[in-house]
């Protein structure tokens, strides 16, 4: 099996605050991305990565890189419009390899463990559409239109995480369908193919960063 990840970091990363996109912020002096990277390599060793970032942060990446003395991934996209336009530059530069497995992941979930990672291509290698997901551990309330409030059971959802992991072939069609508002990940555009989807467990600890309140609940790691 060929593994391939397209690590979508293609956002300005606004809610972060600040003029640095969150996917560069450092946590214990080492930038986010490159922490999400390196899961990815310890995952499999010969993975193949492909990068997606704003096209104004190119030049700011490969400073890092040598500011680090980091190997970068040899594929690198810009970023579009909107994320599926982001993951659909991605697999542009991807090979139509039938027996590949693809997984895209954000960029700013560099907690992911290498055990999920393994988990989800291992499912992937044999044709399913997986996305890691953990247990609502909140009570829900939802709001209903006369602006008032109803409890939900909790039992009957899950919080779903990256990397979403498909047969590369699988995806590549999936991306062919013209643009909706109601995509709003990689499973979703799967399944509008009427493919179903496979939940699998994912690691609690594997949250997408997204305010400066998660950056200090960061515990810097090697």
């Known amino acids: 099996m060929k593994a391939y990840v397209i690590i979508v970091a293609g956002g300005k990363g606004l809610r972060m605050g600040g003029d640095v996109p969150k996917q560069f912020l450092p946590?214990?002096?080492v930038p986010v991305l490159m922490r999400t990277i390196s899961v990815f390599r310890r995952a499999f060793g010969d993975i193949g990565i492909v990068l997606v970032l704003p096209a104004d942060a190119l030049d700011y990446w490969q400073m890092l890189c040598e500011k680090h003395s980091f190997c970068s991934p040899s594929m690198i996209a810009t970023g579009g419009p909107t994320r599926f336009h982001s993951v659909q530059n991605g697999l542009a530069l991807l090979p139509d390899d039938a027996d590949a497995v693809v997984g895209v992941h954000d960029a700013a979930?560099?907690?992911?463990s290498t055990e999920t990672i393994r988990r989800c291509y291992a499912a992937a290698a044999e044709g399913k559409a997986v996305v890691p997901v953990v247990p609502v551990?909140?009570?829900?309330r939802q709001i209903l239109p006369d602006g008032k409030s109803t409890t939900r059971s909790r039992s009957e959802y899950r919080l779903v995480q990256t990397p979403q992991t498909f047969p590369l072939a699988m995806l590549k069609e999936a991306y062919r369908q013209?643009?909706?508002e109601a995509f709003t990940d990689d499973a979703s555009v799967v399944e509008a193919m009427g493919t179903d989807i496979m939940m699998i467990d994912g690691n609690r600890e594997n949250i997408k960063l997204t305010t400066p309140a998660d950056l200090k609940l960061c515990i810097p790691t090697t």
């Open 178 to 180: 013209p643009f909706s």
């Open 109 to 112: 979930r560099p907690f992911v």
């Open 137 to 140: 551990v909140e009570t829900l």
């Open 27 to 29: 946590i214990g002096g």
